[in-house]
DNA sequence: ACTTTATGTCATCCT
DNA sequence: GGAGGATGACATAAA
């Protein structure tokens, strides 16, 4: 019966979805709560063949928390989930566009947090494969938390509430083709989520930041008796009404207005120069002029294009009759737009607008981040306030930082920052228009203005460094990033790159386990090469590695045999071992080619005999033992190599020993003091041959051991250095994220000091500033491309 | 009975 | 060209 309810709903499903393709529109819910049964012949011909279990989506699925992967009622809740959602996106009529809506899902334990991007080819967030080399640790522990990778596909309108939407139907077609995309997409989620975030930063601080100079312009007075005559100098200086007589234009025609900053550097007491010259210093970005020709203004226009624009722009120009501040402004402008230009090698045409969102839906605790792209338009409208947490939002996406240079709205998430975010729906729009009009607005994430608390704003990796780690690494710099963002120290953080190693397929430094077989296993073949370190000479003479005599008589009860040590191999078998560990051994010291055999005779063929007798392996001294009654001369056939027992047949008149271990020279010397026939010389050649043979095989396999310990040492040391270079990283996203804070409180700087011709403030949220290789320009935020060109081509030049 | 591991041996190549 | 080292392949014993 179950299997048939089954097969009912998935057929009706898409029963429901074949008659919705050709025009015809069915309450489907109705249909699925009545069950109607009419329609079961039709239903119980597609199978759940038909529809794969995909538990991609079904993690993605905001019900899907409650059902354990392994569930029996999975397959069937999945696939009615799903079906169900296509059939609901049919409502909407959604013609293909090229933009690109990536959405991020973040989830606390009750609020969730989803933020949209859009703009650019849907195709560029499908394309996972360059996303495929993450760790396997992180992926699995994200699949392992269930619910925690709260991951949605979800369509625009009613859906951006979280409710389960199927993604468009290309994304939908390619998740439906394979079930092992959960990695992949958690990857691609994991990374993508991580550049929302920052995205979603900035739409936080925009709100707060309206709000802010909203208060702020209602306090007129106070802010005039507080700026003194520094207001009144920044007019003069400024000459602002001047210039905007002359530039400033109707917000109709797009013109723009030129503005004169340079006095604004006399209030900022910035040291932006200083960490613009060590992020110079450290990183390697491209030239100024390079710069100046390739500004962010280009980007602009690229992204900008697809928007009309019905406002103006007014470039904000500096005087040099005012430079007279302590630093050169300009200066830092060229420098901030240079740090611009890394931005612009490397981030898309796109524009972005960030959504942070609320899924009611979400109750899993458990979870802790999660990201979801799609291919979706997200209505402003459907922006809903919500308190977030983006504590997590720590990213070394340097790429989509850079673009958004400066945008005053940022300033408000820093407000709320530390603990929640508030967004309200109401700038969605602008924020929209301003991301589309400039990836430039976002440049830098603005700092926290109200909190000593950690920094929530994600340490930014300029593209450059991301191309020095692998993408396999993201997660592992991610979790890095993460733990300095958390107020990690670099210890700490050193410590968690080792734990991050340690999931590696080698994981070689096991010794912070005690209780690991490494540690057991290394004493046990530490103590079998003290034993079989002594020995000397084998059964057949032969020295070194080969198994052991004297030594091991006193290790034969206890199991430790032979100069080549079981034990140690193992060891190396085991990738788990700290090969730095076994350096101290001695006989792996002397691997290459360390011919010990080479040492002089110890002792006769008779006394071997008789030590060997004595003194043999633990398996001979259960044989001597049960054999202690028989003649000696069997046991000491017994115990005798082949070579022995043939020489002994031969009545050959010397010991093994002597004709393997001798010197070419001596040894013929040996074969002329005896008269030996053919086959007694044959069969010393022999024994010799085979007795060197032997021990070359030996130091053969002792080489090779040692050569896998030389490879896994290498991969250590490079481990090592991986974990150095992620250090200098977050030292360097540090550094990058001060310069931000620096870039935005001039940014506040400018915007508290710019005065209209009626002497009213410059609202953030209807203008941003724009940057380009000519100057500032100061342009309103619902200008749209094609009129934001036209004022970028008519700014001056910012004058000092 | 089967697998794994260690070791010996042979063939071959090279010095 | 022989001696011997290096090494892959195989055999065998032991666990």
Known sequence: MLYLKKYF???????????????????????????????????????????????????NTLDGYGIHPKSVDLD??????????????????????TELSAWLVHRDPETVVSATSQSGPSIALDNGGSLEDV???????????????????????????????????????????????????IDLIDILWRQDIDLGAGREVFNYSSRQKESEADKP????????????????????QAVQSLTHV?????????????????????????????????????????FQATGPTSQLRASTEETPSTSQGIPLQAPLSQSDTPLDL???????????????????????NVTINNDPNNNNASNTESATIGSFELPRST??????????????????????????????????????????????SNINSTFGATNLTRLFLPPPLNSTTNLTTTP?????????????????????????????????????????????????????????????????????????????????????????SEAATAEAEEGAVGGYQPEYSKLCRMSYQDPSQFHGIPQLENVNHNHTYNLPLASSYSERSQLSASCSKKGRDKQMQQTKLQPPQDFVDRQSSRDERRARAMDIPFSNDKIINLPVEEFNELLAKHHLNEDQLSLIRDIRRRGKNKMAAQNCRKRKLDTILKLEQGVQDLQREKAQLLKEKMEYCKCIRQTKQKVQSLSQELFAQLRDEEGRRYSASEYFLQYGPDGILLMPRNMTTEQSNKPDKKQKDKKK
């Open 9 to 59: 709903t998935e057929g009706l499903i898409q029963f429901t979805i074949l008659l919705s393709l050709i025009g015809v529109r069915l309450d489907l819910d109705t249909y699925l709560n009545n069950q109607l049964p009419p329609l079961r012949e039709i239903i119980l011909g597609p199978s759940s063949a038909y529809t794969q279990t995909q538990f991609h989506n079904l993690r």
């Open 76 to 97: 069937h809740f999945f696939t009615t989930r799903r079906l169900l959602n296509q059939v609901r996106s049919l409502d909407h009529l959604r013609v293909p566009s």
């Open 135 to 185: 760790n396997n640790s992180e992926a699995s522990a994200m699949r392992g938390a269930g619910g925690a990778s709260e991951t949605t596909y979800s369509l625009s309108g009613e859906d951006s509430l979280g409710a389960v939407a199927p993604e468009d139907s290309q994304e939908q077609g390619e998740r439906e083709s394979s079930d092992d995309l959960s990695k992949e997409d």
């Open 221 to 240: 007075n106070e802010e005039n008796e507080e700026a003194g005559g520094r207001e009144e100098s920044w007019r003069n200086g400024l000459n602002l």
């Open 250 to 290: 109707d917000g109709e025609t797009g013109e723009s207005i030129p503005v004169e900053l340079t006095s604004l550097g006399a209030q900022t007491s910035l040291s932006l120069q200083e960490c613009l010259r060590l992020l110079e210093a450290t990183f390697p970005f491209g030239e100024e002029p390079e």
């Open 330 to 352: 300009e200066q830092q402008w060229q420098d901030i737009m240079s740090i611009m230009e890394l931005q612009d090698m490397e981030v898309n045409n796109t524009a972005v």
């Open 383 to 428: 922006l809903i306030n919500q308190d977030v947490s983006l504590h997590q939002a720590s990213l070394p996406s340097c790429s989509q930082d850079f673009p958004t240079l400066f945008n005053p709205e940022l300033d408000s998430t820093r407000v709320q920052r530390p603990t929640l975010v508030r967004l309200s729906s109401s700038n969605s």
């Open 460 to 548: 930014v990796l300029p593209d450059p460094f991301s191309s020095l780690l692998e993408e396999s690494m993201l997660d592992e710099i991610s979790l890095l990033d993460l733990a300095m963002e958390e107020g990690f120290s670099q210890d700490q953080a050193s410590q968690l790159e080792d734990e991050l190693d340690s999931d590696s397929g080698l994981s070689l430094d096991s010794s912070h386990s005690p209780a690991s077989p490494s540690n057991s296993e290394t004493s046990c073949s530490s103590a079998a090469s003290s034993s079989s370190t002594s020995a000397t000479f084998s059964e057949e003479g032969a020295v070194g590695y080969s198994t052991d």
